[in-house]
Each structure stands twice: as structure tokens, then as C-alpha cells.
């Protein structure tokens, strides 16, 4: 998780919770009267009845706003929690971070009293349906096969859990990776980029030939050509998921 101790420093720039992909995950998560959140980084999405959040990078803890939960630095194959101590535990887009993702399934399913929530993404339909990966950054697509863990795997480790899709509109103001899906130039905004931990990782360097073809499209006009059916939808499903389990 070194990672966000680099990327942390603008994440707040880019990365603002989008208010109905949070009417998802509160609802998911029902009537629990405690959460943990789980790889919080800055408290995106937390419920006011987070009772604590757990982050491995202080400088993500560090820009947590007054007011919100108390957090621990610590990670999520070792969560320093007793067994049943939360109602819910919700981990938002930090699986794919984790050195063991079996181990920090297995944390949460201990940890939870009643029910857990996970956000991710469905690796498989995410290189099909986003443009930006499957016809212009191959190397992105390829560094997340390495680290997305199947959808079937997951709710198998979590011990069976239903899969929701979670669409996401066309003017969503977190900007995690696919959240431009309807606004292309903002890829080629190094500050957008350096908010997506995909892009950050795979480097500049990788990235930079396919930036380059898609500021080519976008001045000639052939991706709106290419992509015209995109402008007239209000949200996609690029196979962002909600699994939710219930112990």
C-alpha cells in the first residue's frame, strides 16, 4: 500500500464520493448500527455510523475530514479488531491492493457480525466494455489482469454473496478509472491520472503512446465517431460490483 503514500497526496482533487454509487453501498448495507471501513483512505462513502476505519497509508489518514471516524493504521490481513466487533465491515476498491486478499476476506468475515459489503470490479467485462483500456492502454488492462480477483472467487471467499452491478453515470464525480467513460479529455489531465492508483502503477512512461493516439482521435474527431452510441447514455456498466454477504 506504499502506493497511497504517493498517490494519497492529490487524491483529493479527483476523488469525491459520487452521491448515488453512495445511496448503493448505504443500502447494501442496510440497517447496520456499526460499520468498519476497511482500506478507507479518506472516508469516501463511510456511513455516520462508521464506528472506525482502517487504512495502511498515513497520509491518506491525514486527510480525513474533522469529524469522521476515528481510524487506525493497519492492514486488512491483520485487522487489530476483535472477532464480532461490527454490525457490517465495507471494504470500497481496496481488495485488489491487498498482499493476500484471502486473508483480508477472511479478517472481514471475522470481524462482521452481520453483513459485509464489497466494491470492486469484474476484470473480464471491465477490458471488454472500457474503451480506454481495451483500444488504447493494453499495458493498463494487462497490470489489472494481475491484480482484479474473479467475481466467483471473491463471494466464494466470502463465503457465498450475491453480485450486483453498480452502472456508473456520466457525470460521476469520483474519479476512479472508468468514471470519464462519457468524458475522454479527461484522461489526458495528469491530475485525473494521478488519482487512478491503475494509471499510476502502470507508469507514464506505458501509458504515454496510447495517450497519445487518444489525443490524436479526440482532435480528428474519430472518437466521437467511434463512440457516438456512448454520448447518448446517462450511466454504463463497465463491471463495477457490489458483493454483499451476510454471516
Excluded at 33 to 43: M, P, Q
Excluded at 115 to 120: A, P, Q, S
Excluded at 216 to 240: K, P, Q
Amino acid at each position: 500500500m506504499a502506493i497511497y503514500d504517493t498517490l494519497g497526496t492529490t487524491y483529493g482533487l479527483t476523488r469525491r464520493p459520487d452521491p448515488r454509487i453512495a445511496a448503493r453501498i448505504h443500502a447494501a448495507l442496510g440497517d447496520s448500527a456499526e460499520v468498519i471501513n476497511v482500506g478507507a483512505g479518506t472516508g469516501s462513502y463511510e456511513p455516520p455510523r462508521t464506528v472506525l476505519a482502517v487504512e495502511p497509508s498515513q497520509v491518506m489518514i491525514a486527510q480525513r475530514l474533522p469529524g469522521a471516524a476515528p481510524a487506525v493504521c493497519a492492514v486488512a490481513e491483520r485487522l487489530p479488531l476483535r472477532t464480532g466487533a461490527a454490525d457490517a465491515v465495507m471494504a470500497l476498491l481496496t481488495v485488489h491492493h491487498w498482499t493476500d486478499p484471502a486473508a483480508g476476506l477472511a479478517e472481514l468475515r471475522r470481524v462482521a457480525r452481520r453483513r459485509i459489503v464489497v466494491l470492486t470490479w469484474d476484470q473480464a467485462v471491465f477490458r471488454e466494455r472500457f474503451w480506454l483500456v481495451r483500444d488504447y492502454l493494453p499495458s493498463a488492462a494487462a497490470y489489472d489482469d494481475t491484480r482484479a480477483v474473479p467475481i466467483g472467487r471473491l463471494a466464494e471467499l466470502l463465503g457465498g454473496a450475491r453480485v450486483e452491478p453498480v452502472p456508473v453515470p456520466h457525470d460521476c464525480t469520483d474519479g476512479f478509472g472508468a468514471a470519464f467513460w462519457r468524458r475522454p479529455d479527461a484522461y489526458l489531465d495528469p491530475r485525473v491520472r494521478a488519482g487512478i492508483s491503475l494509471f499510476a502503477q502502470t507508469g507514464e512512461d506505458a501509458l504515454a503512446p496510447g495517450l497519445a493516439a487518444l489525443g490524436d482521435d479526440l482532435a480528428t474527431g474519430r472518437w466521437h465517431e467511434r463512440h457516438a452510441g456512448l454520448l447518448t447514455l446517462d450511466s454504463m456498466d463497465v463491471g463495477y460490483r457490489l458483493l454483499i454477504a451476510d454471516s
